[in-house]
């Protein structure tokens, strides 16, 4: 169905791979969008930690990447496209646990090998595509209206 | 709309709209309006950094006058562990509770020993809760006032376990009015405060009951009175007076001091507002989720750095540790029974009478169509704003003042770089009248007076960039 596009907000953010220093500021930014707008506060805190553990898998593995923030009056999405390795075994990564961070990344307390599963336990629609070598590409999306879930 | 009360008031006559205090407040609650500075009730948090801020003493702490005691038949005064660590080494708990009652107040009941019984309690919490971590203290007000007006979803984090003060003052006016066949509120208990915020979660607790206490009393009021009462007071043994501070509860005073007594694998203590946010924006993201509890105060080193305090609170930090380490060193280990806490603790004996809410701020629009409209028009505006923050708008940045024309309390035109369109075609008359406004010295040469100018140009760049700094 086509939104009106008055009362739909986009925007995009751009995240730098291994800008450990600015790491988290983007989902910071979203959040403090949600609360301008006045979304629950427990769809506020899933969202932000689903923009967080996204964001967090640009910086570590990636080039670059951007976050596309979405909100209509019915939903919250996020496209997180980026430039990176991509992930081999989609499958494997989304096991609670599992995780390719380096040594350097863990002791910063990074890459529990909770990302993607976080991100797919806080979302109420999460797509992942990616291409080995080229890039990962999430889709993530909240409904506002929590009768609507599922 | 709610009303809020507040503990921080501006005199206008005596602010001079220098806006210092808007720059410091870390929720963007003070505008300058008519070249005074207003506060925005919603989002003021009372943390009290625009009082230190302010050079002209224009923004002012509410508390109780000493006055207020003659209102009731018996009166006691629940001091703050921090006016402990306002004095010398020399002088311990015991006198300083003494010198109290030589003030006028009935009683002086010491707050280290409820203290305790609080460390008790909130282990027993700490033991039982399965929620998501880390639990936060809620004996930092503003810590929970931050809590519901920017991180509203991590409310059910906060210990649901009263303050010392405020079960202090419940059982101590049952003891009294029982004492002495007076109603309740025929007893009145002063809390001696360390900062402004207290007096606050008193009028206004933050979950939303009725605090126990009937007034607080500023630390930096009473030091005076207080040091000359205990002048020329009998020096008492100082084992006896180190035997009656509560190890457990003496170390309330400072930020850390709540975390050594609850032995816990993983906890953090941190201080000071701008430490607060970040580590609140971590807990958000869920990477704390492995630490069990959180310290939090707004002024640095916890209690001893409030706002109405004398003593340099390093000082009054050290005098604490120091105690403490006194009291370890002498193997003095006085401290409450915990099996009548635990006890108490099961008849919901130390839990917060109410429950504590959020308090969001204000969406753009309670309808969510216009809201997401006008956060997309203030993204525009402030695109087009200079984006230096000079706040002559009366607006602490750039992007405040671009909310605040959203919200319809400020206009595009306060913003001085919007330069009125009608008057661009007097560009040139202007600039013309720019140049005589520097008459040169007509005496000089030619080439003097070009060096003269640009002198004189520099000289009001260096100025106004002072202005402006």
């Not at chain 1, 996020?78 to 646990?97: L, N, R, S, T, Y």
């Not at chain 2, 300058?32 to 989002?43: N, T």
């Not at chain 2, 809410?357 to 204000?362: A, D, M, N, S, V």
């Not at chain 2, 040169?440 to 520099?458: A, D, I, Q, V, W």
Request: charged content about 30%.
């Amino acid at each position: 169905m086509m939104m009106n596009a008055e009362n739909v907000l986009f925007q995009s953010f751009e995240i730098i791979g291994r800008d450990f220093s600015r790491a988290g500021s983007v989902s910071t930014k979203v959040k403090e969008i949600l609360q301008e707008i006045g979304i629950d506060s427990t769809v506020i805190r899933r969202a932000a930690i689903a923009a967080y553990e996204a964001e967090m898998n640009v910086v570590m593995y990636a080039n670059r990447g951007e976050l596309a923030l979405t909100i209509t009056p019915k939903k919250i999405h996020f496209k997180v496209e980026d430039k990176g390795p991509g992930i081999e075994d989609i499958e494997m990564a989304m096991q609670e646990g599992y995780s390719t961070a380096t040594e350097e990344m863990r002791e910063m307390g990074f890459g529990a090998g909770m990302g993607l599963p976080n991100i797919k336990k806080n979302a109420d629609k999460f797509e992942i595509s990616s291409i080995p070598g080229s890039g990962t590409k999430l889709d993530i999306t909240l409904h506002l209206n929590q009768a609507e879930k599922k | 709309m709610n009303h809020y009360f507040h503990s921080i008031r501006v005199d206008s006559d005596k602010c001079s709209g220098r806006m210092r205090c808007m720059r410091v407040c870390p929720t963007q609650a003070l505008r300058a309006r008519g070249g005074k500075a207003k506060i925005i009730e919603e989002r003021c948090i009372d943390c009290g950094e625009c009082i230190t801020a302010c050079p002209n003493g224009a923004i002012i702490p509410l508390t109780d006058p000493f006055g207020e005691l003659s209102k009731f038949r018996h009166t006691i005064a629940i001091p703050s562990p921090a006016l402990y660590a306002q004095f010398g080494r020399e002088i311990l708990p015991d006198k300083i509770l003494a010198g109290l009652k030589k003030l006028g107040f009935d009683d002086a009941v010491d707050l280290a020993q409820t203290c305790g019984e609080v460390s008790f309690a909130i282990q027993e919490y700490l033991r039982e809760y399965k929620g998501p971590k880390p639990l936060i203290s809620n004996a930092c007000p503003t810590v929970v006032r931050l809590i519901q007006v920017k991180y509203p979803g991590l409310i059910d984090q906060i210990i649901p376990i009263n303050t010392p003060r405020e079960i202090a003052a419940r059982e101590i006016k049952k003891k009294k009015s029982k004492q002495y066949d007076l109603k309740e509120k025929e007893v009145g208990a002063f809390y001696l405060t360390p900062c402004p915020v207290k007096m606050i979660s008193i009028r206004q607790p933050a979950e939303k009951g009725k605090s126990n206490l009937d007034g607080a009393i500023s630390i930096s009021d009473i030091y005076g009175p207080l040091l000359s009462a205990m002048e020329g007071m009998e020096k008492g043994s100082y084992r006896k007076a180190l035997e009656s501070i509560c190890i457990l509860g003496i170390g309330w005073a400072m930020a850390g001091g709540m975390s050594r007594t609850l032995r816990l694998k993983n906890s953090l203590t941190v201080s000071g507002l701008s430490e607060i946010l970040k580590v609140f924006d971590d807990i958000e993201r869920g990477k704390l989720r492995n630490i069990d509890f959180i310290e939090a105060y707004s002024c640095h080193q916890g209690c001893v750095g409030g706002s109405l305090t004398i003593e340099n609170l390093y000082i009054s930090y050290n005098k604490i540790l120091k105690l403490i380490e006194t009291l370890e060193f002498e193997k003095i280990k006085a401290c409450p029974d915990i099996r009548e806490v635990r006890r108490l603790y099961q008849q919901k004996y130390s839990f917060l009478e109410g429950k504590i809410e959020p308090r969001p701020l204000k969406p753009l629009d309670e309808d969510l169509n216009k809201a997401i409209m006008k956060r997309k028009e203030k993204e525009i505006i402030y695109e087009k704003l200079p984006k230096i923050d000079c706040g002559a708008c009366g607006s602490p940045t750039c992007l405040t003042f671009a909310e605040d024309v959203v919200r319809g309390e400020a206009e595009l035109a306060d913003c001085i770089f919007n330069f009125p369109r009608p008057l661009r075609k007097f560009r040139h008359e202007i600039s013309e009248l720019l140049d005589k406004s520097f008459p040169l010295n007509p005496t000089l040469s030619e080439s003097e007076e070009k060096k003269k100018e640009g002198r004189k140009k520099n000289e009001t760049k260096r100025n106004y960039r002072k202005a402006k700094a």
